[in-house]
């Protein structure tokens, strides 16, 4: 117990679980996540059943990705996931994406703050910034959109390319959607350059910890 109040140096404990959903009624098959060696998984967080996980994105602490409702999961590439991050699916409902259906699709360097929720069925296309506590359910968002702080975009709706919500604004009918101005530039730079600095917390975090890991998540040697 010493130990613990008074570590001598770094203490390197790798903690994180990702693996196969239960079987279920609604979920019959387990299934293990795939996650690129070059992705990298902080220490506490959860990832369990049917997920995909790009090269080079970054998983925060604190992340939870559940696959074992609503399934499959898809996450590209350099995208990021912050801190407190929850990601779950309703079963049975889903989006197409290039011929496939999935309960949560995310595209390539799309950001989600810290805090914020996406619950499927959801896409989220490339590039797309997710503000702090921000909720996407149920709904399309374009390409290069900025979702801001505390905002919710839900009901079935579909935000077009560069479509900008205010802050804690709900858009839940096509309407107000389609009525969204588009992202102001230092939006769209603040974003960009959030996923710039995101980019590099996986090699960064790899190194630090190492690759060199057991199945159950523990750093060995």
């Known amino acids: 117990m010493s130990f613990f109040l008074n570590p001598k140096g770094p203490v390197n404990i790798y903690g994180y679980f990702a693996g ?10 387990s299934n293990y996540p795939s996650i ?29 990705i559940r696959a074992d409702e609503g399934t499959p999961f898809y996450i590209g590439k350099e995208s990021n996931l912050q801190d407190g991050v929850i990601i779950h ?3 049975d409902e ?9 309960s949560v699709y995310i595209g390539n360097k799309v950001s989600c703050a810290h805090g914020s929720l996406i619950h499927g069925p959801a896409v989220i ?13 149920h709904a399309w968002v374009g390409e290069g959109s900025f979702i801001s702080s505390g905002a919710t975009v839900i009901n079935g709706v579909k935000l077009r390319k560069n479509s900008f919500v205010p ?20 939006e ?19 190194l630090y910890f190492g690759k060199n890991r057991c199945s159950c998540g523990l750093a060995c040697g």
């Open 36 to 64: 690129d060696r070059t992705a990298f998984l902080s220490p506490f967080t959860f990832v369990i059943g049917d997920v995909t996980i790009g090269p080079g994105t970054f998983v925060a602490p604190f992340v939870s």
């Open 188 to 206: 769209a730079e603040f974003a960009k350059e959030v996923q710039r600095v995101n980019t590099e917390f996986s090699p960064a975090y790899s």
């Open 89 to 91: 699916g309703l079963k």
């Open 94 to 102: 889903h989006y197409k994406v290039n011929g496939k259906k999935y």
């Open 125 to 137: 296309e490339d590039r797309v910034f997710v503000g702090f506590k921000a909720i996407v359910y």
């Open 20 to 29: 196969p959903n239960p079987p279920t009624s609604f979920n019959p098959y």
């Open 167 to 186: 802050p804690n604004a709900t858009i839940d009918t096509q309407k107000k959607a389609d009525s969204l101005s588009p992202v102001p530039k230092n």
